[in-house]
């Protein structure tokens, strides 16, 4: 079984920098492929949104609302994916979660795993 770990939540004020992190990691013996992996997030009273994606490739959508904002990365090599996001703005608080889509060696059939959720607040 598969687990994604987020780390780098936390209050911040206007204008301000957070880096999410996130990291798959499988139990003693699991192997797995990743293909797409990013972030969503859910702000209270709306339905969850994409914030930004990345292939294993490195091709990146993003979100029109944080775009030239945040920028994603992702180590193929460690199974993480980071969120760069400056210039955050009240809007931007949201409990945000990582995904990917993870198989089974020599497997096409991706299945999306998420993490627990880490908050960003921003607030003065």
Do not use: H
């Not at 687990?3 to 990691?25: D, F, K, T, W």
């Not at 994409?50 to 904002?69: E, M, N």
């Amino acid at each position: 079984q598969v687990q994604l770990v987020e780390s780098g939540g936390g209050l911040v004020q206007p204008g301000g920098s957070l880096r999410l992190s996130c990291a798959a990691s499988g139990t003693s013996g699991t192997t797995f492929s990743i293909n797409y992996m990013g972030w969503y997030r859910q702000a209270p009273g709306k339905q969850r949104e994409l914030v930004a994606g990345i292939t294993q490739g490195g091709s990146t959508d993003y979100a029109d609302s944080v775009k030239g904002r945040f920028t994603i990365s992702r180590d193929n090599a460690k199974n993480t994916v980071r969120l760069q996001m400056n210039s955050l703005t009240p809007e931007d608080t949201a409990v945000y979660y990582c995904y990917a889509d993870i198989a089974p060696p020599s497997s096409t059939r991706f299945v999306r795993s998420w993490g627990q959720g880490t908050q960003v607040t921003v607030s003065s």
